[in-house]
């Protein structure tokens, strides 16, 4: 298991961005996969991007290929989320993930620690 903590979230108008963190404690950081979900009112958590543990290779939602990019830091234990041209749609609670397998994944129970959660607002 390992503890994660987001940060970045908050109020922004459509079309403006967010950089979001997730900040995560342990030594093997750099052997698990990460990954960032969001979940909307009334709506099922879903995925919107992944990377590897050596940063490598990324996968995306096709509902933000283009506009987010998922980085990681394995000298800061801490994973990004850049989002670009945000839209109303994208309001959700954005949570981190990470999964001990390097195998790719995209399922809520695929990755077995969570964080808290940081709330996105986008106004339209």
């Known amino acids: 298991q390992v503890h994660l903590v987001e940060s970045g979230g908050g109020l922004v108008q459509a079309g403006g961005s967010l950089r979001l963190s997730c900040a995560a404690s342990?030594?093997?950081?750099?052997?698990?996969?990460m990954g960032w979900f969001r979940q909307a009112p009334g709506k099922e958590r879903e995925f919107v991007a992944s990377i590897s543990g050596s940063g490598g290779n990324t996968a995306y939602a096709d509902s933000v290929k283009g506009r987010f990019t998922i980085s990681r830091d394995n000298t800061k234990n801490t994973v990004y989320l850049q989002m670009y041209s945000l839209k109303a749609e994208d309001t959700a609670e954005y949570y981190c993930a990470a999964r001990m397998s390097g195998a790719a994944a995209q399922r809520v129970a695929d990755f077995g620690s969570w964080g808290q959660g940081t709330q996105v607002t986008v106004s339209s």
């Open positions: 342990g030594r093997t950081f750099r052997t698990y996969t």
